[in-house]
DNA sequence: AACAGGATCAACCGCCCCTGT
DNA sequence: AACAGGGGCGGTTGATCCTGT
């Protein structure tokens, strides 16, 4: 096949990959790294187009990934996140390690919104379809609806950070800036605190997102803690995570009776604790039924 | 054993965002 | 400021596997 400006267009294969095709891919970027994905699959040797080359990789390939069943402490893990955050996949991938976002959302699709369905429960909203209690839920609801704009904000505020930094690097690069060794990361991510107190989950590690904030990444927090003060935005930062952390650790306490003593939720007002004790017997009936042996699923 | 329907998951598609020019 | 290219994301599809009849 020619095409139009003269030169021969290979037509591209799709459909499963095959061994070869994946140690082709394989054997490249071991070699070369992925470089460009759209050249890859030319240098490669492969007639497949470099989106086709880049997801094998990514949700396939690639070492670090962990594959099969997904453990219960993961599918609670799902479970919260989405409640937070919906269908971004990549942003709950980022708080399960070796998990692809195309394995979760496969995994959300396939079993969990069916098994929360079956119990009654919205998988969309996360509440009950029906409503005997109207009142408690609703403020249920609007409890997770809060957390959930906090939640966003603070990714907001995270996209913020990284673009800043990525900006101070370029900026550094170019007047030759030398800087002591970082400092230890700023808990900039709420999960991650939440994880090291509680499941195990929750490194902002993952195969496939790029909403990776590691300090080698972005150049340091310590440089970007000098420029986001310079700019006066650290205040701002600061304010949304500690907003963030407060409504996370409201989150873990509603689910986790050992918590209820945190600080936030001690601090908070004692109609918000009330509806936390609410939120905490909601999300311990769901999470006792999603993780009941009855319910799940045999592997 | 054969078939139908459901479940699973790899892969594709289209859209959007970011970056460089 | 406008445009193009590259890459990422979420939704969807289709092939395969599994299970029940």
Redesign the pocket.
């Known amino acids: 096949m020619v095409s139009s400006n003269g030169q021969e267009k290979i037509e591209?294969?799709?459909?499963?990959?095959t061994r070869e095709e994946?140690q082709k891919l394989l054997a490249h970027i071991e070699e070369h790294g992925?470089?460009?994905?759209?050249?890859?699959p030319a240098k490669a040797g492969l007639q497949?187009?470099?989106?086709?080359c880049?997801?094998?990789w990514?949700?396939?390939?690639r070492p670090d990934i962990k594959?099969?069943?997904f453990s219960s402490q993961e599918e609670k893990a799902i479970i919260r996140l989405h409640a937070l955050?919906?269908?971004?996949?990549?942003?709950?991938?980022?708080h399960l390690p070796k998990r692809?976002?195309?394995?979760i959302?496969?995994?959300w699709?396939?079993?969990l919104k069916?098994r929360l369905t079956r119990m009654g429960i919205d998988p969309a909203t996360h509440k009950p379809k029906e409503t005997p209690g109207g009142l408690a839920q609703s403020r249920q609801a609007a409890v997770i609806s809060h957390m959930a704009q906090w939640e966003t904000a603070r990714l907001e505020a995270e996209?913020r950070l990284?673009?800043e930094s990525?900006f101070l690097s370029?900026l550094q690069l170019l007047q030759k800036i030398s800087v002591p060794p970082p400092p230890p990361p700023a808990c900039l991510d709420v999960l991650k605190a939440w994880q090291s107190s509680n499941t195990g989950l929750f490194v902002l590690d993952?195969p496939?997102?790029?909403?990776n904030f590691s300090i080698n990444s972005v150049g340091g927090v310590g440089k970007l803690n000098g420029y986001v003060e310079e700019k006066g935005m650290l205040n701002n930062l600061v304010q949304d995570d500690n907003i963030s952390l407060c409504s996370m650790n409201n989150l873990e306490a509603s689910m986790d009776p050992t918590l209820l003593s945190s600080e936030c939720y001690n601090s908070g007002t004692s109609s918000y604790a009330g509806e936390l004790e609410d939120n905490k017997n909601y999300w311990n009936e769901l999470l006792n039924l999603v993780t009941s042996p009855v319910e799940s699923?045999?592997f």
Not at 12 to 17: F, I, N, Q, R
Not at 100 to 103: A, F, I, L, S, Y
Not at 208 to 211: V, Y
């Open positions: 591209l294969k799709k459909g499963p990959w994946d992925h470089g460009s994905w759209r050249s890859l497949r187009c470099g989106k086709s880049r997801l094998r990514t949700n396939y390939l594959r099969g069943k955050l919906g269908n971004r996949w990549s942003a709950i991938a980022t692809t976002d195309n394995e959302k496969n995994y699709n396939t079993r069916k996209a990284v673009r990525k370029k993952s496939t997102s790029t909403l699923p045999v």
